[in-house]
């Protein structure tokens, strides 16, 4: 399958992974039978070297609605799309659909992706972000021509879906892990050690993950590693990942960092990147 550029990620997701993609692409292995990518997100690295065999997941239901309603019911998603507003009073009505839970399950998943997927354009910075309780919570952004439907993208990502085989998971990542295969290949980009007390994002999902996590994170690549399953791994490069990782060889890349909210903060940060092959 030729390579498709308009396939590209559908939401904007913090960490995503457009500005790493040329070295992360040329740390990938050269040979492999099936993609694996356990903390997908925005999905990049997927949607940029677009594997014809993969297995995906991310702890986000929501986010995961999103992608199988792309692929199965794309017409419906489209159509409702086009009936959103970029007006503040119908954008908090919007995100108050989740408050009431009994309510919200009663919606149809194409009207829980097309809510996900509008919040996302037209929210403060594209942030998806939720609070203890799971609802979402980012404000309104305010912006004057938000590209809601972006439908060219959602056929592509639709057609790439439905042409490839394609596996979609919403569970705890280890799970996921455990069920591979010799001759895998996984790109996992959990969510990062923060590199201040201050810095921590994790409002992907409610929950966190701390430094256990990190812990049961990395016995889990020793495990790939002891099965003949390639990883390849970015974090944050504190002193504890570095520790944690340090007998994997990692290497110290740059990448653009935007999600401080004072903007005399925002740029270059060091990431790490961890791998064991060749």
């Known amino acids: 399958m030729k390579r498709n550029a308009l396939i590209s990620p559908v939401v904007k997701w913090v960490g995503g992974k457009r500005q790493l993609l040329p070295v992360i692409k040329k740390n990938l292995p050269k040979k492999y039978n099936s993609y694996c990518e356990p903390f997908l ?10 594997p014809r065999k993969a297995i995906v997941n991310d702890l986000n239901s929501e986010l995961m609605n999103v992608y199988n309603v792309i692929k199965n019911n794309i017409d419906e998603l489209i159509l409702d799309l086009k009936k959103h507003k970029n007006e503040s009073d119908y954008f908090y009505k919007m995100r108050e659909l989740d408050r009431d839970k009994k309510k919200y399950n009663q919606l149809s998943d194409v ?34 021509n938000p590209n809601i439907v972006n439908e060219n993208t959602l056929r592509a990502v639709n057609s790439y879906f439905n042409e490839v085989e394609i596996t979609f998971h919403s569970k705890d990542y280890q799970k996921v892990l455990d069920s591979l295969k010799k001759n895998s290949f996984v ?34 690549c020793d495990s790939l590693d002891d099965n003949g399953i390639k990883f390849l791994l970015s ?44």
């Open 111 to 144: 009207k829980k992706a097309s809510r996900i997927l509008y919040l996302n354009k037209t929210c403060f910075n594209g942030l998806f972000r939720v609070n203890n309780a799971g609802e979402f919570n980012t404000p309104f952004g305010k912006y004057k």
């Open 41 to 50: 997100g925005g999905g990049a690295v997927l949607f940029n070297i677009q």
């Open 235 to 278: 974090n944050s490069a504190t002193e504890f990942i570095k520790e944690l990782y340090k007998n994997y060889n990692p290497q110290i890349v740059k990448a653009k960092r935007s999600i401080n909210s004072v903007s005399t903060k925002r740029g270059q940060v060091d990431e790490i990147l961890v791998k064991n092959y060749d």
């Open 187 to 220: 790109y996992l980009d959990p969510p990062y050690d923060p590199v201040s007390d201050t810095s921590s994002f994790t409002g992907y999902n409610k929950g966190g993950f701390n430094q256990d996590e990190q812990i049961r994170l990395k016995e889990c």
